[in-house]
């Protein structure tokens, strides 16, 4: 990765519905995650792209362009995702770990569109996706953490999510690759709409356009 022009680190402003707001790119920490979403904001696959899971004091969620929360490609190579299910804010690898029978799943919403865990999909590829960039010195320490969504390990595409709040569940599980340096007021008004039982906005907020400055 690369700094800007001015030598300070990229940046990506998203021109949202309700206002823009600007991302810092972490490209020291995340070199390959932040060249994805530069290049997928370069290439406009962000536009017209709806945040399609909100969830109050907790994040806001967006980039995939189907907007269903389970779609979306990296511009890397496919890797096959791993089965997972949700409990607890932790993510169970079905091929590793055998719950037992004291362990109870609880699905307080529909885990596919919880932050990292979009559903697995069809055995069929379901998209391009890529590694971990797990920093320990990055944490979900606030608002304003820009983070990759995931199905399990090493299956990133070009969903993310923005915290609204502290989120120390979501560390280490979740690439952190950025932060909002400038539009935090957006951000604040963006994770107040109204939503649906399933953490869906009732009216549409979108990213229209985006930006790079690098």
């Known amino acids: 990765m690369w700094p800007s022009a001015e030598g ?8 949202t519905s309700m206002g823009s707001l600007t991302l810092e ?26 945040f399609h899971r909100i969830i109050k004091d907790f994040i806001v969620q967006g980039g995939d362009p189907t907007g269903t929360g389970r779609g979306g490609e990296s511009i890397y190579g496919y890797v096959k995702p791993r089965c997972c ?22 699905f307080s919403r529909p885990f596919d569109d919880v932050p990292g865990l979009q559903t697995p999909g069809p055995t069929k590829s379901t998209g391009q996706k890529f590694e971990d960039e797990i920093s320990p ?25 923005i915290t609204l709040a502290p989120a120390q569940s979501l560390d280490g599980k979740h690439t ?31 990213i229209l356009r985006s930006a790079v400055k690098d």
């Open 176 to 206: 952190i690759f950025g932060r909002v340096c400038r539009g935090m007021e957006i951000v604040k008004r963006l994770g107040s709409v109204q939503t649906d039982n399933t953490d869906r906005p009732i009216h549409d907020v979108k």
């Open 137 to 161: 010195q990055l944490k979900h320490t606030g608002a304003g953490i820009i983070s990759m969504a995931n199905a399990g390990p090493n299956t990133n595409g070009s969903q993310f999510f």
């Open 25 to 50: 790119m972490y490209y020291k920490h995340a070199p390959r995650t932040c060249r994805n979403f530069i290049e997928l904001a370069r290439r406009g696959y962000y536009d017209d792209v709806k």
């Open 85 to 106: 299910l949700y409990q607890s804010n932790q993510v169970i690898d079905m091929q590793s770990t055998n719950p037992t029978a004291n362990q109870k799943v609880s």
């Open 8 to 15: 300070g680190p990229p940046e990506v402003t998203l021109e």
